[in-house]
């Protein structure tokens, strides 16, 4: 082995802490891109595999009953490629343990019983000619402990049926099982039975009332929903959509597209914070051996040689971070993919190594480790030998701004050693001061989101859903049948929604959103603003999202061009009253009674508010699970609930995961940031030592510094961070978020605890170090 080659390991084994905290900080910018970025992609993946595999289909529409001639003619509409009509019946199911029963629907089979875009996952499909034989969701079983051969009894067009439960499946379309606006394994249930079977139970022979469409690849999907639509709305169609709008698939859409936010941005921020951690705090560590690479060039090394020496250093750093960051990243992405088995019922769900994001993340972060440490290199090398092995100059020192306060006065003879140290390196402190910031600023960036949630769930749906039940209608009925509701056993007060489907149109574009029909002056249900005012709903108009304004192109003052989609195409203009700065999706409001007279029908419902009294719930829910126009109950407090639970779990993965990589970075920069320092001044401190200072005084010097940086640190880290948070968020899509950035003092106390943790924990290991300083080496190193 060649001395030089001795003295890599040397160096290695001697700076062996710095070397494994800079490794651990490559590595966990190249963990946090493997892992959340990967974990995103197989997600979508998942999806997509699943969607090619079942042939999901791209338009749906429901309708009220056609003969099954129909279904050859929208079979020959040009731009489809295959027709699926089938009848579809709401039923209730009542569980053992249940306050409510479980709401969903029983879907036909194909007449030959085959299980046509569904997953098999127990049992076996239903015998054409057995009329009492279903499979049912897997969600569903799985939570109520449903098996082949079991029994279930179901409500189902007005009638209690007794099902024989012959296997469980998946459908693309129930990825998501959804009730009441939140995934509800449990109150979700999907059966699926032949044809005839089902047509027997529900007296619909020989004619469908649901249809699925696939198009072939050069279909426009809007001329195609034209033509469905022309021909179904003799039949009673409630309009064809797309895949966009199918329930499932949105909530599916929507979890991605959170998802991709917080999976590939934060990343990227990730890793250009890592490397500029990397380049910084490896170049001071090259720049430390000043002397040593100016010997090597003394001994007859040529400067290529030295740059493999050097090369080497950062080599092992790179492989020993790259490595540890590749497993660490591959470990979290496949425990995060397994978190998101439970949310997502996809057949396949599993974390795959991407090769391009290990390529990516590998590049940057030894890109700039790399380049820090040649570019220190580099300096020393343009020195001439003789030169590069003496001491460097002392930096001429100037007053500086702590000077100018007269702290130096103050502070003591070690004081001034302090400010005149920082005084003189205005540089080194400023680099050291941004790298302790930055790891701030991904402590903040990893809870924020956290606190939006928060913010979320207790301001926006606490002050605005103010109603204990939420019960949902199967079809609009009168504003009279209110009296009924506010009449229910445990009721203490009714309140009447209208929810109207729409496509709202203007010099922009459109959108199809619920145009809600409210009365002024109730009081469960409010609309806030940005700040959390209440806005009441205008008599004379519209009042929208100010988002949809924008989209559409509209003012106030100006009239929207609004289309029935529920069936009724009526077409009408409304002007626009006021406009809302809201903080979910788009949304339109409009008084109830004027919204009747639009629609030139009676005030009705869809929905009714409900405010109860809680002794009487049981009596309640199991009162209104007897009305058969009740389709859906919801309780507000159980749908937060649901909610927090929805998000919550994966969120508390992805924060803590992300704040678990920041702790790692901030550890890293400031224990570099304290040794480097203690190399460069131990010829000092050893000086102050012999002049008769004790070593916790001298300790005082080193520490004091490293204090004041955490110090100045801290404050700018915070504003970064809640800088990061905000670009971050800036790239959300406004039409589903429009959220503020708000960071709470938890988490801005939380990342500053953490820093000072590492600071502490920093101080203590350098005392440590002092404390072993030997005094002759220490004054020696540069005579």
């Not at 402990?145 to 469980?168: F, N, S, Y």
């Not at 998802?259 to 914070?273: H, N």
């Amino acid at each position: 082995m060649r001395a030089i080659d001795r003295k890599l390991l040397r160096d290695l084994g001697r700076m062996r802490g710095q070397v494994i905290t800079i490794a651990l900080v490559l590595a966990a910018g190249v963990a946090a891109t493997i892992s959340l970025t990967g974990t995103y992609r197989a997600l979508g993946a998942a999806r997509d595999d699943y969607y090619a595999a079942q042939g999901f289909p791209d338009l749906f529409v429901h309708l009220e009953r056609a003969p099954d001639v129909v279904g050859d003619r929208l079979a020959a509409i040009p731009g489809v490629a295959a027709v699926t009509p089938r009848l579809v019946e709401p039923l209730a199911a009542w569980m053992p343990g249940q306050a409510r029963p479980a709401t969903g629907t029983a879907v036909s089979l194909p007449d030959d019983g085959s299980l046509r875009g569904l997953v098999l996952r127990q049992g076996r499909g239903p015998e054409p000619g057995r009329a009492d034989e279903v499979v049912v969701l897997e969600s569903f079983a799985a939570v109520h402990q449903l098996a082949p051969g079991d029994r279930l009894e179901v409500v189902m067009a007005g009638r209690r049926h007794r099902l024989r439960v012959v296997g469980t499946v998946m459908s693309p379309e129930h990825v998501f099982p959804v009730a009441g606006g939140v995934i509800n394994p449990a109150g979700v249930v999907v059966v699926w039975m032949p044809r005839r079977a089902l047509a027997a139970r529900t007296g619909r022979v020989a004619a469908f009332d649901d249809v699925t469409f696939v198009l072939t690849e050069d279909a426009k999907p809007d001329v195609v929903i034209a033509a469905i639509d022309r021909e179904l709305t003799p039949w009673g169609g409630l309009g064809a959509y797309g895949r966009d709008q199918q329930l499932s698939h949105r909530f599916v859409s929507q979890e991605l597209e959170q998802l991709e936010v917080l999976a590939t941005r934060v990343p990227v921020v990730f890793l250009l914070v890592a490397a500029f951690l990397l380049n910084v705090v490896l170049g001071r560590l090259i720049q430390l051996q000043r002397e040593q690479l100016a010997v090597l060039r003394a001994l007859g090394y040529r400067r290529a040689a030295i740059a493999r020496h050097v090369g080497g250093f950062a080599a092992v750093i790179v492989l020993a971070g790259g490595a540890l960051g590749v497993g660490a990243g591959a470990a979290l992405g496949s425990a995060m993919t397994q978190l998101y088995v439970r949310f997502f019922h996809f057949p396949e769900l599993a974390f795959h190594l991407e090769p391009d994001l290990i390529a990516i993340a590998l590049v940057v972060c030894a890109g700039a480790t790399v380049a820090g440490a040649f570019v220190a290199m580099r300096r020393v090398l343009r020195l001439a030998p003789a030169e590069a092995m003496r001491a460097p100059a002392p930096a001429r020192y100037r007053p500086g701004l702590l000077s100018w306060l007269h702290l130096t006065r103050v502070a003591g003879p070690l004081g001034r050693v302090i400010v005149r140290e920082i005084e003189r390196k205005p540089l080194a402190l400023l680099l050291s001061v941004v790298g302790v910031g930055f790891a701030v600023a991904i402590v903040v960036l990893g809870r924020f989101s956290r606190d939006s949630l928060d913010l979320l769930l207790d301001d926006v749906m606490a002050r605005s859903m103010r109603e204990d039940v939420a019960v949902v209608l199967a079809r609009p009925a009168p504003v009279t049948d209110l009296g009924w509701f506010a009449h229910a056993p445990g009721v203490l007060a009714a309140e009447p929604v209208r929810s109207v489907p729409v496509r709202m149109t203007g010099p922009r574009g459109h959108r199809d959103l619920v145009l809600t029909g409210q009365r002024p002056g109730d009081r469960l249900r409010r609309i806030l603003d940005g700040r959390g005012r209440p806005v009441p709903v205008p008599r004379d108009g519209l009042l929208i999202s100010e988002v949809l304004a924008r989209r559409l192109g509209v003012a106030v003052g100006d009239r929207l061009a609004i289309e029935r989609r529920d069936g009724d195409r009526r077409r009408l203009t409304l002007p626009v009253a006021a406009t809302v700065d809201d903080r979910l999706g788009l949304s339109a409001y409009l008084d109830l009674d004027a919204l009747a007279a639009a629609l030139h029908e009676t005030p009705q419902l869809s929905q009714v508010l409900l405010a109860i009294d809680a002794r009487e719930r049981d009596h309640l829910l199991a009162t209104l699970a007897q009305v058969p126009a009740v389709v859906e109950v919801i309780e507000v407090a159980s749908f937060r609930d649901a909610f927090a639970a929805q998000s919550g779990d994966s969120m508390t993965f992805f924060t803590w995961l992300v704040v678990g990589l920041g702790v790692v970075i901030a550890v890293g920069v400031v224990y570099n940031n304290a040794r480097v320092a203690l190399s460069e001044r131990a010829r000092d401190l050893a000086t102050l030592r012999v002049l008769g200072y004790r070593r916790g005084e001298v300790a005082v010097v080193l520490i004091g510094q490293l204090a004041f940086q955490v110090a100045l640190a801290v404050p700018l880290g915070l504003v970064a961070g809640w800088a990061l948070a905000s670009a971050l968020m800036a790239t959300a899509d406004p039409e589903q978020y429009r959220f503020p950035v708000v960071i709470s003092a938890q988490t801005y106390g939380f990342a500053t605890l953490v820093v000072g943790g590492a600071a502490l924990a920093t101080a203590a290991l350098v005392r440590r170090r002092l404390d072993r300083l030997d005094l002759i080496d220490a004054m020696k190193a540069r005579d």
